[in-house]
């Protein structure tokens, strides 16, 4: 088996440099590949620029305010957008995570000003949580919706079954 690891550009973040200095770094390092930066649409050029490194694109970045229930269709089709880039590259795999660090949380503080000094405020409420589990299985139930495998009697869509499992009584 072979185990091809990847390196993450938030190394470079604030950097200045360009993300193709960043793919040039990242291959003289020798890793494989590395996450397709969000907010690109275009896998074709997505995959010609990792290329031009001797990169792979590896699963990308999905981040949303999942326990946001107001914004859910807005991030649903976002994911969709992204499981079909993440198709188009070859990739099974989305990361998925909170939005970033500047962003305001539930306890009304950034994820910047929280890190190491979490407070009891800065939790979600039964409530957001239960709508982050929901808003999170929506979006995998998407990605899903984008995968097919094949079997050895042919194939299967894995968001064709399934739903229903992560319903809250």
Same mark, same amino acid.
């Given at each position: 088996?072979?185990?091809? +690891?990847?390196?993450?550009? +938030? ?20 890793? $494989? ?12 050029? +997505? ?7 001797? *990169? ?20 649903? $089709? ?6 079909? +880039?993440?198709?188009?590259?070859? *990739? ?40 982050? $589990? ?36």
């Amino acid at each position: 088996m072979t185990i091809e +690891i990847g390196c993450g550009q +938030i190394t470079w973040r604030g950097s200045g440099d360009s993300e193709d200095q960043v793919l040039a770094d990242i291959a003289a390092a020798e890793y $494989a590949g590395a996450p397709w930066p969000r907010g690109e649409s275009d896998a074709t050029a +997505i995959a010609q620029r990792f290329s031009r490194h001797g *990169l792979k694109p590896a699963p990308g970045y999905f981040a949303g305010d999942f326990w946001d229930r107001s914004r859910r269709d807005e991030q649903l $089709a976002q994911a969709r957008s992204a499981a079909e +880039i993440s198709r188009r590259l070859g *990739l099974t795999e989305i990361y998925l995570a909170d939005n970033g660090f500047d962003r305001v949380r539930p306890g009304h503080r950034t994820r910047r000003q929280a890190a190491g000094n979490v407070t009891e405020a800065d939790s979600l409420s039964d409530q957001e949580f239960e709508q982050l $589990a929901e808003g999170v299985s929506e979006v995998g139930f998407v990605k899903l919706e984008d995968t097919v495998v094949v079997t050895d009697t042919g194939w299967e869509a894995y968001g064709d079954t399934g739903r229903g499992w992560n319903v809250f009584d």
